[in-house]
Structures are given as structure tokens and as C-alpha cells.
């Protein structure tokens, strides 16, 4: 008897449910290699020749697939490109001519040879993504194997009816060769989420579990399967029942995912009708797109470092303004708030020689360092004020400790203002200044320096670690690290108070404010402005959308109530799970893919 | 000493990996289309004192060049000069990616 509702897990590799008939692809053939040495000369040229012509005729294979793939993925074509130049690498094919030549060996060995070296060269590549690409070499490797063994290549195509394609491996090429209409999903036993088929079913928004063990072994052909590409679970056999309530989580999901497409172009608003920015985290001027694309209110933390650390010597005043000016005129006229120079010392390479510190966190970094470096700080100031002709910029200080950081941080800006009035730039006097709020010394004095400051922007990740004093990249403290403890929630809210008396915005900038988990307490205890990972601002805009003030508020409240951190979160989560079942099912599986 | 022949020009510069993914395949892909523009002229990427062909996929991967790696590109032969300026100038524009 075949038993019901069999249970696999494997990776969640691209989101949906699919209900389907398996369809298990054998593995290729290839394992055992023969080896037949060459006793003539005629026969290495002969068989050179055979090893050319199977090049020739994967050549045309290829450029066949080329041009057979389907619309839809026409961007992913240059995956067949890279394999006709690995096809012609020397390394692959001098390199097999070579071994046919000199060792006397048929070319399925030399060519196995060949392949072995590579493979052994690509194990000591420390980048896994630049590492990945041997799947590329052997994908190419494998073609020309199955052309010298006349078998030609397996094909994928031939589904016949549509059907969960169930592979040990489905290489990008084979992938690419996959038509929505034909394959409902697919399951893998290798990869992981971020391998190319991944990012293609991804494309195609078919549901695909990847890093499935065993999967070609346990799952048979003709069997009756769900894909939960959400949570990577595969279901073999589901009887009446289970197949009742994955249809009933299909509907959710898909209701839920055409919400969020819908939601993310429109303002978040409360459903007592409090607006709350939601703002977008950018590090290049290319992110704006995407910023854009999820409906952002504005760039509310650019980070400015790149230019500095990507090459030896200092950016020019130029090229640091045409970047932001790209970022502000592609954003006017919502806001965009540019962050200054946030490293150390220590991060540049030349010119500027500064020792190694002890501990960096605690160093010469952020305003510190360009109240130091002026000449490096000016320079970025100018940057900044030029930019401000093209749009709506906000320039802040990070690291902000004391009130004379933050009267030298705007003297200076003063100061460039006069430089560009005599060159005769144009750039918005009236440019708003902000203190990152991120230094316990910094909540204490919120009240004075909010007097100084046009707006606060609370910096969480740095906050949290000065604050609880966590390193979060140490193992052995990293659950420590916890954005809900009592005294973090404490500082939020003596910081958003600071800036009511003053009358000054309290925006939140680091990674707990792009967590929908946090967003109700976070607008209970008054931020009214998020800025995080442009893929989090349809989620959070939902969940905004969903609350309303008044019982964000409560919530804030309750969880100011609690004593330990283990308290908050275990009451933060459950009211979040039951008042948003809908949202905590999904969110989790869909943390590291783009919603829509 | 007499000068039997010309030498023919040696250029080198300096480069430094921008993109956020590093040389993985689609950027050495266009290195070898710029390189193979250039006949008769050897172009070499060398990274610590290792070497690539600016031709071989293979061997500019294995190079293993994440972002943030410094890299030579060394050219020699008559077309020298424009076949550096011409692969550091892919460099500067990160690949067209980000």
C-alpha cells in the first residue's frame, strides 16, 4: 500500500504551491569513464578529430538552445554564451588535445582529465559565487560527454504534459529550457537559494525546492506531489485532506503576495489614519530603481562609503556629486537623506596612514574622523550642497556623542557654504541637518542636541551594540543581541520625546526598523518615519496598514511593561500572531526573496 | 649593444574589482571579447604575483577576484596602450553592473 502523505524537506529556493504529477529526471550517465589508450599516430589524429567534432557539434547545440529559449527568459541567454567560451577555454580544449596527444589517451578520458584539473583548480577559490561557476564548466563538460558517447544530451523538453520536474541537478541551461506551461515546479537534490535556478524560478514564479536529499531516490515518477516552495516541504501522496489545506494556503499566498503588489505603490497609513514614512536604505546610486519600484517614500539613509573604500586614492569633489546628484534627481522630489563619512581610520588604504585600532567600534570613526580629516569632510559637505540644487537633500552626522560634534559638524558646513557662494554654485541654503542617534551619550542628550539638530535619525544596529554592549558578529554573545530589550525600547522612546518637545522628526534607520515583527511597537512609542531594505517596504507598509495607532500605542505600552527581553518578545510575538496570522505565515519564508 | 629590433610596448595599470559579485562569469566574459579585439597583443591579469590570460575564462575565475581585489592588467605588443586603457575602462564602469 502506498503511504500517505509522505513529508520532505528540503530548501525553500522560490516561493508558491503547486499541486502535480512527478516527473523524475534520471541522472545523467558519465560516472564510469573509459580508458583506451592510442597506439598510432594515425589514431591520436583520428582521435582529435572526434573530440573536435563533438566540440563542434555541442557548439551547435548550444547556439540551437540559444535560440530556442522561451521569451520570458531571453535575459538569462548569456548563460548559454558563457558555456560556448568555456567551450572553447584552452584549459578544456588545448588542454584535451594536449592529453590525446602526449599521453596517448581516447578523448573521453583526456577529456575527463581536463575537467578533474579544473574542478581541483576552482576547489581553492575562497568566493563561493566565483566557485559556483565550475557548475558552468561542468555542465559544458558533461554536453561534450554525452556528444563522444553519441548519446547527445538528455532532454528536458520532452515533458509531454506539465509536471514537477524532479532532478539531482538541473543545470541553468536546462533551466532556461523550462516553460512555465510545462513545469508546475521543481525539486532538486543540490543547490542552494541563491544558485541560478533559483534566481530563474524565481523569474518564472514557479515554486522550486532546492538541497532536497535523495530526492530522484524517494520520489517516483507518476507520483502525486506538492511543492511548498515556501517552506521547502515536499508532500508525496497527499490524501484528501492535505490536499484541501494546501489549496487553501495556495489561495492565501497568492491573495496575500497580489496585496502586497498592490499596497506597495500607496502611502502607509494607519487605519486610524496616521501616515508614517517608510523610506528606503540605498549604498549605490543604481538602488534607486529598486527603492522606487517598492514604493518608497524617499531615501532615508544613503551611505556614502563606497566611493571612499573601493579605490586607493579619495574620491574628487566631482565624482562624489555627480553620484548623489544622480541619487537626488532620480528621487526628486522625494526626499533623500545622505548620510556623511561613517569609517575609520583604519579603513583606508593609503594615503591617509592609520594604524590598525584595538577596537574599531570604539575609534576614531564616522564625525570623529572627518572632524579630523576636515579636508576629506569639506570636500564631501561641497558634494552634498551641489546635489541639493537637483532635489530635496538632508545631509546627517553619524556617530554623534556630544553637542560640539554636532556645532562643528554644521560650522563647517557654513564654512563650505561660503567657499561654494564664491565659486558661484548653487546649492539650497536652507539644506537640513540631522544627528544619528546611535551612542547611548546621544540619548541622554537628546534634549539639548535636538535644539541644534533639524531631525533625529535613530541608527538601531549601532544603538543595540553600544547600548547592550554586543558584539553581534561574536557567536557567543550574538542572542544577546536584541532589539526589543527593555532598555533599547527605553531609548527609542526618550528619543522620540526629545524630538516632540523640540519639534523635530524622529526618523529610525537601521535594520529593526525594515522588520515587520517590531513595526507596531516601533509606531507605538511615536516613530513616524522607517527607512530600511527596499525589499521590506511592501510588508511593512502592509502591516502599517493593517494597525492603528491607537493599538500600536497599547502594544508599545504593554511591552514597556515587561521586565526581561524574554518577556517582550514572547508577547510581542504572539499578539503579532494573532493579530496578523496571515502576514507571520508568509513573512518568514519570504525574508530573503523580493515579494512581488 | 646594438638594437636588433624594436621592443615592442609594455603597458601595465592598475585595477581594482568594483562590482559587488566580483569576476564571476559575465564580466570575464567581456574582458575576452575587448581581448580577443586585440591581436597579436598578450594581455595578462595578474593578481599577488599569479597570472591569467585575459583570453581564458578559466584561468581569470580562478584567479578568485572578489570585490575589492587589486588586479594588473599587463599588455604587450603593438596595440599595447589601447588594449590597457580599453580593459581598464571595464573595470571603471564595474562590468555595467553595480
Given at each position: 500500500?502506498?503511504?500517505?502523505?509522505?513529508?520532505?524537506?528540503?530548501?525553500?529556493?522560490?516561493?508558491?504551491?503547486?499541486?502535480?504529477?512527478?516527473?523524475?529526471?534520471?541522472?545523467?550517465?558519465?560516472?564510469?569513464?573509459?580508458?583506451?589508450?592510442?597506439?598510432?599516430?594515425?589514431?591520436?589524429?583520428?582521435?582529435?578529430?572526434?573530440?573536435?567534432?563533438?566540440?563542434?557539434?555541442?557548439?551547435?547545440?548550444?547556439?540551437?538552445?540559444?535560440?530556442?529559449?522561451?521569451?520570458?527568459?531571453?535575459?538569462?541567454?548569456?548563460?548559454?554564451?558563457?558555456?560556448?567560451?568555456?567551450?572553447?577555454?584552452?584549459?578544456?580544449?588545448?588542454?584535451?588535445?594536449?592529453?590525446?596527444?602526449?599521453?596517448?589517451?581516447?578523448?573521453?578520458?583526456?577529456?575527463?582529465?581536463?575537467?578533474?584539473?579544473?574542478?581541483?583548480?576552482?576547489?581553492?577559490?575562497?568566493?563561493?559565487?566565483?566557485?559556483?561557476?565550475?557548475?558552468?564548466?561542468?555542465?559544458?563538460?558533461?554536453?561534450?560527454?554525452?556528444?563522444?558517447?553519441?548519446?547527445?544530451?538528455?532532454?528536458?523538453?520532452?515533458?509531454?504534459?506539465?509536471?514537477?520536474?524532479?532532478?539531482?541537478?538541473?543545470?541553468?541551461?536546462?533551466?532556461?529550457?523550462?516553460?512555465?506551461?510545462?513545469?508546475?515546479?521543481?525539486?532538486?537534490?543540490?543547490?542552494?537559494?541563491?544558485?541560478?535556478?533559483?534566481?530563474?524560478?524565481?523569474?518564472?514564479?514557479?515554486?522550486?525546492?532546492?538541497?532536497?536529499?535523495?530526492?530522484?531516490?524517494?520520489?517516483?515518477?507518476?507520483?502525486?506531489?506538492?511543492?511548498?516552495?515556501?517552506?521547502?516541504?515536499?508532500?508525496?501522496?497527499?490524501?484528501?485532506?492535505?490536499?484541501?489545506?494546501?489549496?487553501?494556503?495556495?489561495?492565501?499566498?497568492?491573495?496575500?503576495?497580489?496585496?502586497?503588489?498592490?499596497?506597495?505603490?500607496?502611502?502607509?497609513?494607519?487605519?486610524?489614519?496616521?501616515?508614517i514614512r517608510?523610506?528606503?536604505?540605498?549604498?549605490?546610486?543604481?538602488?534607486?530603481?529598486?527603492?522606487?519600484?517598492?514604493?518608497?517614500?524617499?531615501?532615508g539613509?544613503?551611505?556614502?562609503?563606497?566611493?571612499?573604500?573601493?579605490?586607493?586614492?579619495?574620491?574628487?569633489?566631482?565624482?562624489?556629486?555627480?553620484?548623489?546628484?544622480?541619487?537626488?534627481?532620480?528621487?526628486?522630489?522625494?526626499p533623500?537623506t545622505?548620510?556623511?563619512?561613517?569609517?575609520?581610520?583604519?579603513?583606508?588604504?593609503?594615503?591617509?596612514?592609520?594604524?590598525?585600532?584595538?577596537?574599531?567600534?570604539?575609534?576614531?570613526?564616522?564625525?570623529?574622523?572627518?572632524?579630523?580629516?576636515?579636508?576629506?569632510?569639506?570636500?564631501?559637505?561641497?558634494?552634498?550642497?551641489?546635489?541639493?540644487?537637483?532635489?530635496?537633500?538632508r545631509?546627517m552626522?553619524?556617530?554623534?556623542?556630544?553637542?560640539?560634534?554636532?556645532?562643528?559638524?554644521?560650522?563647517?558646513?557654513?564654512?563650505?557654504?561660503?567657499?561654494?557662494?564664491?565659486?558661484?554654485?548653487?546649492?539650497?541654503?536652507?539644506?537640513t541637518?540631522g544627528?544619528?542617534?546611535?551612542?547611548?551619550?546621544?540619548?541622554?542628550?537628546?534634549?539639548?542636541?535636538a535644539?541644534?539638530a533639524d531631525f533625529f535619525s535613530i541608527?538601531?544596529?549601532?544603538?543595540?551594540?553600544?547600548?547592550?554592549?554586543?558584539?553581534?558578529?561574536?557567536?557567543?554573545?550574538?542572542?544577546?543581541?536584541?532589539?526589543?530589550?527593555?532598555?533599547?525600547?527605553?531609548?527609542?522612546?526618550?528619543v522620540v520625546?526629545?524630538g516632540r518637545?523640540a519639534g523635530i522628526s524622529v526618523a529610525m534607520?537601521?535594520?529593526?526598523?525594515?522588520?515587520?515583527?517590531?513595526?507596531?511597537?516601533?509606531?507605538?512609542?511615536g516613530v513616524e518615519e522607517?527607512?530600511?531594505?527596499?525589499?521590506?517596504?511592501?510588508?511593512?507598509?502592509?502591516?502599517?496598514?493593517?494597525?492603528?495607532?491607537?493599538?500600536?500605542?497599547?502594544?508599545?505600552?504593554?511591552?514597556?511593561?515587561?521586565?526581561?527581553?524574554?518577556?517582550?518578545?514572547?508577547?510581542?510575538?504572539?499578539?503579532?500572531?494573532?493579530?496578523?496570522?496571515?502576514?507571520?505565515?508568509?513573512?518568514?519564508?519570504?525574508?530573503?526573496?523580493?515579494?512581488? | 649593444?646594438?638594437?636588433?629590433?624594436?621592443?615592442?610596448?609594455?603597458?601595465?595599470?592598475?585595477?581594482?574589482?568594483?562590482?559587488?559579485?566580483?569576476?564571476?562569469?559575465?564580466?570575464?566574459?567581456?574582458?575576452?571579447?575587448?581581448?580577443?579585439?586585440?591581436?597579436?597583443?598578450?594581455?595578462?591579469?595578474?593578481?599577488?604575483?599569479?597570472?591569467?590570460?585575459?583570453?581564458?575564462?578559466?584561468?581569470?575565475?580562478?584567479?578568485?577576484?572578489?570585490?575589492?581585489?587589486?588586479?594588473?592588467?599587463?599588455?604587450?605588443?603593438?596595440?599595447?596602450?589601447?588594449?590597457?586603457?580599453?580593459?581598464?575602462?571595464?573595470?571603471?564602469?564595474?562590468?555595467?553592473?553595480?
Amino acid at each position: 500500500m502506498i503511504q500517505k502523505n509522505r513529508v520532505l524537506q528540503g530548501i525553500g529556493a522560490s516561493p508558491g504551491i503547486v499541486l502535480g504529477t512527478a516527473q523524475v529526471l534520471s541522472p545523467r550517465e558519465g560516472a564510469q569513464v573509459s580508458v583506451r589508450l592510442l597506439y598510432s599516430p594515425q589514431e591520436v589524429a583520428a582521435e582529435q578529430e572526434r573530440f573536435r567534432e563533438a566540440v563542434d557539434q555541442t557548439t551547435q547545440e548550444l547556439k540551437r538552445l540559444k535560440h530556442e529559449i522561451p521569451r520570458e527568459l531571453q535575459e538569462h541567454s548569456h548563460i548559454l554564451d558563457l558555456h560556448l567560451i568555456i567551450l572553447r577555454d584552452p584549459m578544456l580544449l588545448k588542454e584535451t588535445l594536449r592529453l590525446i596527444q602526449e599521453q596517448n589517451l581516447n578523448a573521453e578520458r583526456a577529456l575527463y582529465q581536463a575537467f578533474q584539473k579544473i574542478k581541483e583548480l576552482f576547489q581553492r577559490i575562497g568566493d563561493p559565487y566565483i566557485q559556483g561557476r565550475v557548475q558552468d564548466v561542468e555542465e559544458v563538460y558533461r554536453r561534450l560527454m554525452g556528444q563522444l558517447s553519441g548519446r547527445g544530451s538528455r532532454g528536458l523538453l520532452a515533458l509531454g504534459r506539465p509536471a514537477i520536474v524532479v532532478a539531482r541537478d538541473l543545470s541553468p541551461a536546462e533551466t532556461t529550457q523550462m516553460s512555465a506551461s510545462q513545469v508546475l515546479g521543481f525539486i532538486t537534490e543540490r543547490g542552494g537559494k541563491t544558485s541560478h535556478t533559483a534566481i530563474i524560478a524565481n523569474a518564472l514564479e514557479i515554486p522550486a525546492v532546492v538541497g532536497l536529499d535523495n530526492a530522484t531516490l524517494e520520489i517516483v515518477s507518476g507520483e502525486e506531489i506538492i511543492v511548498d516552495g515556501l517552506t521547502g516541504l515536499v508532500i508525496l501522496n497527499p490524501d484528501e485532506g492535505m490536499r484541501r489545506t494546501y489549496a487553501a494556503r495556495r489561495e492565501e499566498f497568492a491573495e496575500f503576495k497580489a496585496q502586497l503588489a498592490q499596497g506597495c505603490a500607496l502611502p502607509a497609513v494607519t487605519s486610524d489614519g496616521r501616515a508614517i514614512r517608510v523610506l528606503a536604505n540605498i549604498e549605490l546610486p543604481e538602488e534607486v530603481g529598486l527603492a522606487l519600484k517598492y514604493g518608497a517614500d524617499g531615501v532615508g539613509l544613503y551611505r556614502t562609503e563606497f566611493l571612499y573604500l573601493r579605490q586607493r586614492s579619495l574620491p574628487t569633489e566631482e565624482e562624489l556629486f555627480e553620484d548623489y546628484r544622480k541619487v537626488v534627481a532620480a528621487m526628486a522630489p522625494l526626499p533623500v537623506t545622505i548620510r556623511t563619512l561613517d569609517v575609520g581610520g583604519d579603513k583606508f588604504l593609503s594615503p591617509l596612514a592609520y594604524p590598525q585600532e584595538m577596537n574599531p567600534a570604539l575609534g576614531l570613526r564616522a564625525i570623529r574622523f572627518s572632524l579630523k580629516e576636515r579636508k576629506i569632510f569639506r570636500t564631501q559637505l561641497k558634494a552634498i550642497l551641489r546635489a541639493s540644487a537637483f532635489g530635496e537633500v538632508r545631509v546627517m552626522f553619524p556617530l554623534i556623542s556630544s553637542l560640539r560634534e554636532l556645532q562643528e559638524g554644521r560650522q563647517l558646513l557654513e564654512e563650505v557654504k561660503e567657499d561654494l557662494k564664491r565659486e558661484g554654485r548653487s546649492f539650497n541654503a536652507g539644506l537640513t541637518v540631522g544627528a544619528m542617534i546611535e551612542v547611548p551619550a546621544a540619548v541622554t542628550l537628546a534634549g539639548l542636541l535636538a535644539q541644534q539638530a533639524d531631525f533625529f535619525s535613530i541608527g538601531t544596529n549601532d544603538l543595540i551594540q553600544y547600548a547592550l554592549a554586543i558584539d553581534r558578529v561574536n557567536k557567543q554573545v550574538a542572542d544577546m543581541y536584541q532589539p526589543l530589550h527593555p532598555a533599547v525600547m527605553r531609548m527609542v522612546q526618550q528619543v522620540v520625546q526629545a524630538g516632540r518637545d523640540a519639534g523635530i522628526s524622529v526618523a529610525m534607520c537601521g535594520e529593526m526598523a525594515g522588520e515587520p515583527l517590531y513595526i507596531p511597537v516601533l509606531l507605538g512609542l511615536g516613530v513616524e518615519e522607517l527607512s530600511m531594505n527596499a525589499l521590506a517596504i511592501p510588508l511593512v507598509k502592509r502591516v502599517i496598514r493593517l494597525i492603528s495607532l491607537t493599538e500600536a500605542q497599547e502594544m508599545a505600552h504593554q511591552a514597556l511593561t515587561r521586565t526581561t527581553v524574554e518577556e517582550v518578545n514572547d508577547y510581542v510575538t504572539r499578539e503579532m500572531d494573532r493579530r496578523f496570522p496571515e502576514i507571520f505565515r508568509f513573512a518568514h519564508s519570504l525574508a530573503n526573496h523580493s515579494p512581488i | 649593444m646594438d638594437q636588433k629590433k624594436e621592443k615592442p610596448p609594455v603597458v601595465q595599470k592598475e585595477l581594482w574589482v568594483e562590482n559587488r559579485l566580483g569576476l564571476h562569469a559575465r564580466p570575464v566574459a567581456k574582458i575576452i571579447a575587448l581581448a580577443q579585439q586585440f591581436e597579436g597583443t598578450a594581455i595578462t591579469l595578474e593578481k599577488d604575483g599569479a597570472k591569467a590570460d585575459a583570453r581564458n575564462m578559466l584561468s581569470i575565475l580562478a584567479l578568485d577576484c572578489p570585490q575589492g581585489t587589486r588586479l594588473v592588467v599587463k599588455a604587450v605588443g603593438p596595440q599595447a596602450r589601447e588594449a590597457a586603457a580599453v580593459i581598464s575602462g571595464l573595470f571603471a564602469r564595474k562590468f555595467g553592473e553595480t
